[in-house]
T-cell receptor, first 111, second 113 residues
Framework: GQQVMQIPQYQHVQEGEDFTTYCNSSTTLSNIQWYKQRPGGHPVFLIQLVKSGEVKKQKRLTFQFGEAKKNSSLHITATQTTDVGTYFCAGSGGSNYKLTFGKGTLLTVNP | NAGVMQNPRHLVRRRGQEARLRCSPM?????VYWYRQLPEEGLKFMVY????????ESGMPKERFSAEFPKEGPSILRIQQVVRGDSAAYFCASSPGHSYEQYFGPGTRLTVT
């Protein structure tokens, strides 16, 4: 079945440093979604990428979808303490509804 | 506009008891998904339902687990004869269609003693 790998598992940064998490799928995806989960909280939708090579920005967050639609990345510029949490990618294959989640990257930020 | 609601937020059950988890989707959403999350793990898809229909239950164990989304009322995830390995956070999500982003509820943390 479809597998989604995410690295790194943990990332600790100083406030103001940049952060990137990477996501790779074993199969071609129809779309990829990114979620953020604060400690003790629930996943919150950030963005959905659909097109090959797509790049989307949300303030300090930049999301990319690879040309082959098998990988994606999330980059945060100049991290802040409010960025703390686990970032999950979730890919959807042919069904378009069944999301396969990566294990997430836990980001901690030292003020 | 109220978000996805789940109750209870915390549930403690002894081995062998039944656990019933409820989920009310966002207003206007007719698609419901259930996920299980173990500590430091991603979310694992369990089941996808629309009103009165189970569309995909491929992620749900065949025994002891069942789900429904009746015409009226919340979606229910039922776990019969719980075992310690069922301890996890169970999240429900809803969407207005099958290829849209999913909105998650706060989850039910199930502990089996």
């Amino acid at each position: 079945g479809q597998q989604v790998m995410q690295i790194p598992q943990y990332q600790h940064v100083q406030e103001g440093e940049d952060f990137t998490t990477y996501c790779n799928s074993s199969t071609t995806l129809s779309n990829i979604q990114w979620y953020k989960q604060r400690p003790g909280g629930h996943p919150v939708f950030l963005i959905q990428l659909v097109k090959s090579g797509e790049v989307k920005k949300q303030k300090r967050l930049t999301f990319q979808f690879g040309e082959a639609k098998k990988n994606s990345s999330l980059h945060i510029t100049a991290t802040q303490t409010t960025d703390v949490g686990t970032y999950f990618c979730a890919g959807s294959g042919g069904s378009n509804y069944k999301l396969t989640f990566g294990k997430g990257t836990l980001l901690t930020v030292n003020p | 506009n109220a978000g996805v609601m789940q109750n209870p937020r915390h549930l403690v059950r002894r081995r062998g008891q039944e656990a019933r988890l409820r989920c009310s989707p966002m207003k206007g959403h007719s698609h419901v998904y259930w996920y299980r999350q173990l500590p430091e793990e991603g979310l694992k898809f369990m089941v996808y339902l629309q009103k009165e229909n189970i569309i995909d239950e491929s992620g749900m164990p065949k025994e002891r687990f069942s789900a429904e989304f009746p015409k009226e009322g919340p979606s229910i995830l039922r776990i019969q004869q719980v075992v310690r390995g069922d301890s996890a956070a169970y999240f429900c999500a809803s969407s207005p269609g099958h290829s849209y982003e999913q909105y998650f509820g706060p989850g039910t943390r199930l502990t089996v003693t």
